[in-house]
């Protein structure tokens, strides 16, 4: 235990310092819209890395070098295709969605925002929206409570059991206390810890290994077919992969960074911080699965633990090139991927069942603070489902990831994309969007059509969709009025 006490005493310090970030969070929480999008008063910096950060959970430090790692750069496709579709993303609905939002009832929540702008008095948009985001965001946030787990128990030894409540427990407890505010904050922070990480460790591996030529050389001698970008590919392979990027325009943990914005005129701004961000770490990520391959044939007397799992390539670097003080900082990377992914998903769920069912069905009349209290409450209640949920390691929740992505993508991708550019948009053409987007989705991964990634058909049926029934009707007077406001907003100020 003498190598881990200082990582063990890295990862106290860092919880603790998250946990203390909550507690200032707290203190600038006063209502309902403070716990749910800060206020709206994310300056760029904040808005595009906990963005970013929000975004990358412990896929980025794990599942990726060890694909790459595995396979060679063929496995790369899918960082391509994230890039693309995170930049399409910041620049057709960041902005547009920020003045939207505010535009429609100053919408704190996305059931919230399609609630508003269709005029939908029936609430039905509401509910099923709020219950696609409930069920996807709890197999999502268990998702995140096993990768803290994993990591807590390969690098300290604990039991599984152990493990997960401790690598769940600091994340819930800063939601918990600050809401919005301490989770952007907290993801700030991981978001520098992450890419230092990510920049730091490749090119430690490189001087470990000689230098490029001589890594490139020993990656060649071991498997040539490494640096082949097309190996074991297929064109519906490669659009697969490439197909994650649709996923962007539906993710409601990100889209609330958008809308906590403090102006569209930060946005811009936001949107170059985040690609560099995103760009430098996705770079890394791939460079250290691919720089992995030659260490670990140069040191097969060390290669055991990433033989058995390639996913552990990026922390047994660490262990191995690093002083374990330093060691402990690249490994509370992973911490830092993994709690900023599932703060943001408690967050987002709470905010759903609080002022999408709570306030909207049950309490109308509730004060500013009942709300905040609720919120907290929900929180609470949506960890320890999702604790629940991630008890048995072996329930497949990591492979459900894919499909959740896929189901935000395809059923709110195409509503969010449409609704800030489109004004003819309606609300039955919003609510077959959702509905066709959804059922697409468990379809075609129910039936494996093509070996197509689900998202993809799913997006364009939705797509579809609202295009057709929205032509059915029209939109109101009130519904045009406000989003040639907002619209007119978005071109003057950003």
């Known amino acids: 235990m003498s190598v881990s006490n200082p990582t063990l005493i890295t990862f106290v310090i860092y919880i603790a310092a998250m946990v203390l970030i909550g507690l200032m969070a707290y203190r600038s929480t006063n209502n309902l819209s403070d716990y749910i999008l800060g206020g709206r008063s994310l300056g760029s910096v904040v808005t595009a890395l906990s963005a970013g ?12 070098p060890g694909a790459i790692y595995l396979s060679g750069l063929s496995e790369s496709w899918i960082a391509i295709g994230l890039i693309v579709g995170a930049y399409l993303n910041w620049l057709f609905v960041a902005g547009r969605l920020r003045v939207q939002t505010e535009h429609n009832g100053d919408a704190l929540t996305l059931p919230d925002y399609f609630s508003s702008r269709f005029e939908d008095k029936s609430g039905v948009l509401r509910i099923i929206s709020a219950v696609v985001i409930l069920v996807f965001f709890t197999i999502y946030c268990a998702s995140g409570i096993v990768a803290g787990a994993r990591l807590f128990e390969s690098t300290f030894g ?52 000689g230098g490029v030529d001589t890594t490139f050389l020993a990656i060649e001698a071991k498997d040539p077919s490494s640096f082949d970008m097309l190996k074991n590919t297929t064109f519906i392979g490669v659009i697969s992969l490439m197909g994650w990027g649709l996923g962007y325009f539906g993710q409601p943990h990100i889209l609330a960074r958008f809308m906590a914005a403090d102006s569209v005129k930060s946005i811009a701004n936001a949107r170059r911080i985040s ?37 552990r390539v990026f922390i047994e670097l660490a262990k191995l090139l690093f002083n374990p003080w ?20 408690l967050l987002v769920c709470s905010s759903a069942l609080t002022e999408d069912f709570y306030k909207t069905f049950l309490r109308k009349s509730a004060s500013q603070l009942e709300l905040v209290w609720v919120g907290r409450a929900m929180v609470l209640l949506v960890a320890l489902i999702a604790i629940a949920l991630a008890a048995n390691p072996n329930n497949r929740v990591l492979g459900l990831v894919s499909y959740a ?53 799913g997006f364009i049926f939705a797509s579809l969709a609202i295009y057709f029934v929205s032509k059915m009707g029209s939109p109101t007077a009130g519904m045009l009025q406000r989003f040639e406001a907002a619209e007119k907003d978005f071109r003057l100020n950003q």
């Open 405 to 457: 992505w896929a189901g935000f993508g395809a059923a709110f991708g195409p509503v969010v994309l449409i609704s800030v550019i489109w004004k003819n948009m309606t609300r039955n053409g919003a609510l077959a969007g959702i509905l066709v987007g959804a059922i697409t989705v468990i379809v075609w991964k129910h039936f494996e059509l093509l070996g197509l990634y689900e998202i993809i058909p």
């Open 158 to 209: 604990m039991s599984y059991e152990t493990a997960l409540w401790a690598g769940a427990a600091a994340t819930i407890a800063y939601t918990f206390v600050g809401g919005f505010l301490a989770v952007s904050w907290t993801d700030t922070v991981q978001a520098t810890l992450m890419i230092f990480a990510l920049i730091l460790t490749p090119i430690i591996v490189l001087l470990a290994t």
């Open 275 to 311: 690609m560099t961000w995103m760009i430098l770490c996705l770079g890394g990520t791939v460079a250290v699965g691919f720089f992995g391959i030659a260490y670990f044939s140069a040191h097969p007397d060390v290669a055991g633990p990433v033989t058995d799992n390639p996913e």
């Open 326 to 345: 330093i060691a402990g900082v690249l490994l509370s990377a992973i911490l830092a991927a993994v709690m900023s992914t599932l703060s943001c998903q």
């Open 53 to 64: 950060a929000s975004d990358m959970s412990g896929w980025l430090l794990m599942g990726l």
